[in-house]
T-cell receptor, first 109, second 117 residues
Framework: SQELEQSPQSLIVQEGKNLTINCTSS?????LYWYKQKYGEGLIFLMM?????EEKSHEKITAKLDEKKQQSSLHITASQPSHAGIYLC?????????FGTGTRLTIIP | NAGVTQTPKFQVLKTGQSMTLQCAQD?????MSWYRQDPGMGLRLIHY???????DQGEVPNGYNVSRSTTEDFPLRLLSAAPSQTSVYFC????????????????FGQGTRLTVV
């Protein structure tokens, strides 16, 4: 089983709508990354959360870390076509840089 | 600043052939790792290293070898390619101190799209 599980696996959202992606760890989180990947391309660093309760925003993307729940959520407000892609959460678990199962986001007009 | 340089970008191999994927970073990062990404999936860890001379297996190590003779380089070797190894491969590096991975941004190469026929 994966140490970092993301939900949902895929998401189709109408342009302008809000959406949330979750990342849940089977181990204690001491920090968590979010990356975005456009189809067929490399990974783009979005943000890193380093302590429980921390919330960061970048343009219309907000992420929060809940250490007690061993979970992070990524929220996109008023989605745009440029938000389409694969979102990946990552964390250092047992001294290994581990990534989640990925969420494929499609934005429809 | 080159960051993480990964070569080649594309490769087609015949079953049974061997090849090496190159990964180099110029940020003096102790930690480096290799991942494969299959369609519709996240990144699965193949091998990782917390410093020169130290390597360890990840989630899907079978069929792959690595070595870390210098801090800068972390090549991934496929000894006898199989169609199941058709995938996109990513190399990453991150900051570590004395083998302990720090909570800082991880940097990725641009990926290698490998097809085994």
């Amino acid at each position: 089983s994966q140490e970092l599980e993301q939900s949902p696996q895929s998401l189709i959202v109408q342009e302008g709508k809000n959406l949330t992606i979750n990342c849940t760890s089977s181990k204690t989180l001491y920090g968590l990354y979010w990356y975005k990947q456009k189809y067929g391309e490399g990974l783009i660093f979005l943000m890193m959360l380093q302590k429980g309760g921390e919330e960061k925003s970048h343009e219309k993307i907000t992420a929060k870390l809940d250490e007690k729940k061993q979970q992070s959520s990524l929220h996109i407000t008023a989605s745009q076509p440029s938000h389409a892609g694969i979102y990946l959460c990552g964390a250092g678990l047992n001294e290994k840089l581990t990534f989640g199962t990925g969420t494929r986001l499609t934005i429809i007009p | 600043n080159a960051g993480v340089t990964q070569t080649p970008k594309f490769q087609v191999l015949k079953t049974g052939q061997s090849m090496t994927l190159q990964c180099a970073q110029d940020m003096n990062h102790e930690y480096m790792s290799w991942y494969r990404q299959d369609p519709g999936m996240g990144l699965r860890l193949i091998h990782y290293s917390v410093g020169a001379g130290i390597t360890d297996q990840g989630e899907v190590p079978n069929g792959y070898n690595v070595s870390r003779s210098t801090t800068e380089d972390f090549p991934l070797r496929l000894l006898s390619a199989a169609p199941s190894q058709t995938s996109v491969y990513f190399c990453a590096s991150s900051y570590a101190i004395s083998g302990v991975l720090m909570n800082t941004e991880a940097f990725f190469g641009q990926g290698t799209r490998l097809t085994v026929v």
